[in-house]
């Protein structure tokens, strides 16, 4: 299939009025999740109290939702979902009870009025059998419907370490924040300041010099004698030019640099680990930086993305080359008017340099400048910026946020026809967890890559019609231009 007829065929599944919701193609649905191994409990606690947990009770056996959750459906239409248990009792009053169909009319219903959840490949869906109750009365006290676990999002603890997942109770303490931009400016210029310390060491330099001396002799008036070598001990009376001689003479000095010193701190590495455990950027910079030279690097600077920006500059600091200039584009969704027109977002930031200082204030800039908005990104916006800047560049490394969704993936089209191939860097996938299908399909659609802390995914583009394939737990197949999920191994689940 020829590029235009791709960009004819993703432009009409898209639609003009497409958003972050990757095509709004479902990714899960109601038949399926209904059928799916179910777990079971004796009782699920409702005790908790979070802020990042939503309980949606519906009455034993029944399946409607009220006003109030339909409105609180729209609220959470942008907002990160970590994890959805449908909760029931194994106890039936009637043999011919059917509890298959029961969580296939509540999963619809669910899908009527929270359909972007069905067009998330992130979410962990969950049939939590409660077989505890006895008897008919036990069975209703019992919580029955839906439980909803939003994702933290540019959340820390007070001491400023991200909080990734619901299931961290840290979350629940009062203290837990965001922290401010120019928090996040300051805890990177700590930790490179922890993983600079120099010393002075001294070389011996031995460099050559010239210098033209009289050998005491002078040379003959006449050509034809100083032609044959005729010198003369005295000047005499014609005035004789003095016969100079040059000397090579070797000059030696100490010479006195500064450099990181080794053997005082911890390898980069070992520094990452006291702000994350996801050292993707650094491990995957040292992994394909040679293999994909001359690309623009383009990086998410909005909220919480502040450990990647670290990983990026402490890669840098070790590896910048003079006269070697890198290329760069920082990006935080909008400046002070985030979640702005699709294509005109702004918020972008571009620098090329090869010295160290220079790329980091821009980095620094371009966070200041970010006012936060919703989770979702303007990654084709920064990486269609970022070939403007730099035409002759081979494509692009994007360093992107697993949780944060494409917000203008209809511009994608526009990427392609440049063909300019994107390598992502996921961010933010802890360990079992899957990459965002949004990345899956903008590598795949720019004959790009994905790049994980231990793994480099290759040849997306090759997947043709008919197709499947494996990425962490998932399974997906190619129907068309889509790209559907059809198994979770991790869960045995099956889509």
Not at 218 to 228: C, D, F, G, I, T
Not at 370 to 394: P, S, T, W
Request: charged share 30%; hydrophobic share 35%.
């Amino acid at each position: 299939m020829n590029w235009r007829m791709l960009l004819l065929l993703l432009g009409l599944i898209i639609g003009n009025g497409a958003s972050a919701q990757v095509m709004e193609k479902e990714v899960v649905n109601p038949v399926l999740l209904s059928k799916m191994k179910e777990e079971n409990i004796s009782k699920y606690d409702i005790s908790r109290e979070s802020k990042y947990i939503i309980y949606l009770p519906m009455n034993y056996s029944k399946f409607l939702f009220t006003e109030q959750d339909k409105e609180l459906f729209r609220r959470l239409k942008d907002t990160l979902i970590e994890r959805i248990d449908l909760v029931y009792t194994v106890f039936r009053r009637s043999a011919t009870f059917d509890q298959v169909q029961l969580n296939q009319e509540r999963y619809e219903m669910l899908q009527n009025y929270f359909p972007e959840t069905f067009n998330n490949n992130l979410i962990r869906w969950n049939l939590m059998a409660q077989d505890g109750a006895e008897d008919y009365a036990e069975a209703q006290t019992y919580f029955h419907g839906f439980v909803i676990y939003l994702k933290p999002h540019h959340v820390t603890t007070k001491d400023g370490e991200v909080i990734s997942t619901v299931e961290d109770r840290r979350v629940d303490d009062p203290e837990t924040r965001t922290l401010e931009t120019n928090e996040e400016v300051a805890r990177i210029k700590e930790i490179m300041s922890k993983a600079r310390v120099t010393k002075i060491v001294y070389d011996t330099v031995t460099t050559e010099t010239k210098r033209r001396t009289w050998s005491g002799m002078y040379l003959s008036k006449n050509k034809k004698k100083r032609k044959k070598g005729i010198k003369h001990k005295t000047r005499g009376a014609r005035k004789r030019p003095k016969e100079y001689i040059t000397k090579t003479e070797e000059v030696v000095k100490i010479v006195e640099r500064e450099v990181i010193d080794e053997d005082a701190i911890p390898a980069p590495e070992k520094v990452l680990q006291n702000i994350t455990k996801d050292t993707v950027v650094y491990a995957a910079m040292q992994r394909i930086v040679d293999r994909y030279e001359d690309h623009v690097v383009v990086q998410d600077v909005t909220g919480s993305m502040h450990p990647y920006l670290t990983q990026t500059l402490l890669f840098l600091q070790g590896h910048l080359k003079k006269n070697e200039t890198e290329k760069f584009v920082f990006y935080n969704d909008g400046d002070d008017k985030p979640d702005g027109p699709i294509g005109n977002t702004g918020g972008t930031y571009y620098t090329s340099s090869d010295q160290y200082d220079v790329i980091e204030e821009m980095a620094f800039e371009a966070m200041r400048k970010g006012r936060g908005g919703k989770e979702a990104e303007n990654d084709i916006e920064a990486c269609l910026y970022g070939v403007k800047k730099f035409q002759n560049c081979k494509g692009i490394i994007l360093i992107a946020d697993n949780y944060s969704r494409i917000r203008d993936f209809k511009l994608i089209p526009r990427l392609m026809k440049l063909n300019k191939p994107v390598r992502v860097i996921i961010c933010g996938i802890a360990e079992g967890e899957n990459i965002n299908l949004d990345y899956i399909y903008l590598a795949k659609y720019t004959k790009g890559s994905l790049h994980t802390i231990q793994e480099d995914i290759m040849g997306l583009d090759k997947k043709i019609d008919g197709d499947a394939f494996k990425i962490g737990t998932q399974y997906f197949k190619v129907e068309g231009n889509v790209i559907r999920l059809i198994r979770d191994s991790k869960s045995t689940r099956q889509y």
